[in-house]
């Protein structure tokens, strides 16, 4: 019988020391790494703005604030309901337009309101009885932040677009309407192209006059033209989202338009500050109040093209849903202030991809951050569309990245977007409208940007200021 060979105990013991790293390299294999993103948080809102956002005569917001999309969504209180605010500047404007609602109110319930709506029912048929008397009915869905111009990849048009804007303009030609559902009773215009439109999940009651009536109505009263001019004396937007307001301002115009009541009077017996609500600051160029809807595509169609070279593309655009006419025309006023040489067809084409006002905001507000960052230096540079993002290339080779969001957390999609090769440049700054959580700061450091908080801007919102000891990234 052939003896074992033994095993000196040397080996033994490299054998028993080699196994014992196995176990605990495959023990350190299987649990997970810390995590180094993080989620977007509820906070309070006192970190978000200014105290005098937060409460006021007539108004009160929520404490309690979610961040979704990198933007805040905000509760306001008010004596004629709740309003929803998807971010910091519309949280703002909903407030500043309370004066306003508070004229329009008593306007459309003044005795003289009441007989002359009831004159001119009682003219255009009971089909169109409840205009001025149905209440606006509540907004459905809340936007989903603008996250997805964060991502690494954007959902767009693509390849497609060129063709798009083809049928579209062709279809089209140079009559068809430029502008979204309007939110009055007269439904200024539709969503474009049908087939290019999203689907519409709901519909208010004033978007159901037909389209032939809306044509024939809008000739006979001049519904637009005195709707314009209401706001202007109250110094709102016409085209505002708010619905409070919406429901007043386009009940007050179309009865104001029968030529038996004048709007204008309605308003001055009340009282009020008039045209200091959202006019101050420039906040509205005053082309939107002057110039009818056609009119005003037609110029901000005249100033796109001194910028893009595809019209067709620029058709398209303005007939997209969620460029109102005041924000067509920030669009394109900060088009003018950038002269960019290059990019534009593709950042229209990116900007066609906004799916509700919250998104086309933040492409408007991108580019006020850099035209005031920039200055004198945005001239000659050069627009550039990153993922699902856009960013601006100055003549001195700067790339500035303008985020105009709330608040920036270091989410997986966020690390993955600003992970892409276009950023590894030496010389890239980050411009944030409002705030960063910790964690997204080190982010941002770590990968070499230049970041300011609080990018100024015009008519910036009034957002928190800095924390006692805190340094915006980059001073």
């Known amino acids: 019988m052939q003896r074992a060979t033994s095993i000196p105990k040397a080996c033994r013991a490299r054998a028993l020391l080699a196994l014992c790293a196995f176990a605990a390299t495959a023990c350190i294999a299987s649990t997970p790494e810390p995590a180094n993103t993080e989620e977007e948080p509820v906070v309070d809102a006192a970190t978000l703005v200014e105290p005098a956002l937060l409460s006021g005569p007539g108004f009160s917001v929520d404490s309690h604030v979610e961040l979704r999309g990198y933007m805040a969504h905000f509760k306001i209180d008010t004596r004629f309901g709740p309003i929803d605010a998807p971010s910091v500047e519309i949280l703002a404007e909903r407030e500043a337009e309370l004066p306003a609602l508070e004229q329009l109110d008593a306007a459309t319930h003044s005795a003289a309101f009441a007989k002359a709506a009831g004159d ?5 048929g009971k089909a169109l009885a409840n205009i001025a008397m149905h209440p606006v009915d509540t907004i459905t869905g809340i936007p989903s932040g603008v996250a997805r111009f964060l991502r690494d990849k954007l959902a767009r048009l693509g390849t497609q677009a060129q063709s798009l804007s083809d049928h579209a303009a062709r279809k089209l030609g140079n009559n068809g309407n430029p502008y979204p559902s309007d939110v009055g009773p007269m439904t200024q215009a539709r969503n474009g192209d049908a087939a290019d439109a999203p689907p519409k999940k709901h519909k208010n009651w004033f978007t159901r006059v037909t389209s032939e009536g809306e044509r024939f109505i809008k000739r006979e009263i001049k519904y637009n033209a005195i709707k314009r001019d209401i706001a202007k004396q ?54 939107v109040w002057k110039l009818s809807p056609e009119d005003l595509r037609t110029r901000n169609e005249t100033r796109l093209l001194a910028h893009c070279r595809d019209n067709l593309l620029v058709r398209q655009f303005l007939r997209r849903g969620a460029f109102s006419p005041t924000l067509q025309t920030a669009f394109a006023d900060a088009l003018d202030a950038l002269q ?3 990019g534009c067809d593709l950042f229209v084409e990116l900007a066609i991809t906004a799916q509700n006002e919250l998104e086309a905001r933040y492409i408007v507000n991108g580019l006020d951050l850099l035209r005031t960052y920039l200055g004198a230096r945005a001239r000659h540079g050069r627009l550039v569309t990153i993922g699902a993002g856009f960013a601006y290339v100055a003549a001195d080779g700067e790339l500035v990245l303008p985020l105009a969001v709330d608040r920036l957390s270091w989410t997986d999609e966020v690390a993955a ?45 009034p957002y928190a200021k800095a924390e006692p000891g805190s340094v915006d990234a980059g001073d």
């Open 340 to 342: 960019p040489e290059d």
């Open 120 to 124: 001119r029912l009682e003219k255009t």
């Open 417 to 461: 977007f600003l992970a892409r090769r276009e950023f590894r440049v030496d010389s890239k700054t980050l411009l944030i409208g409002g705030s960063a959580s910790a964690l997204a700061q080190r982010g941002l450091a770590a990968a070499g940007w230049r970041v300011v908080l609080r990018a100024p801007r015009r008519n910036a919102p």
């Open 234 to 287: 109250l110094g709102i937007d016409p085209y505002s989202s708010n619905p409070l307001v919406q429901e007043r301002l386009s009940s007050l115009a179309w009865v104001g338009s029968a030529g038996n009541f004048s709007a204008g009077s309605a308003l001055g017996t009340v009282g009020g500050a008039g045209a200091t609500v959202l006019a101050q600051g420039g906040r509205i160029d005053e082309v």
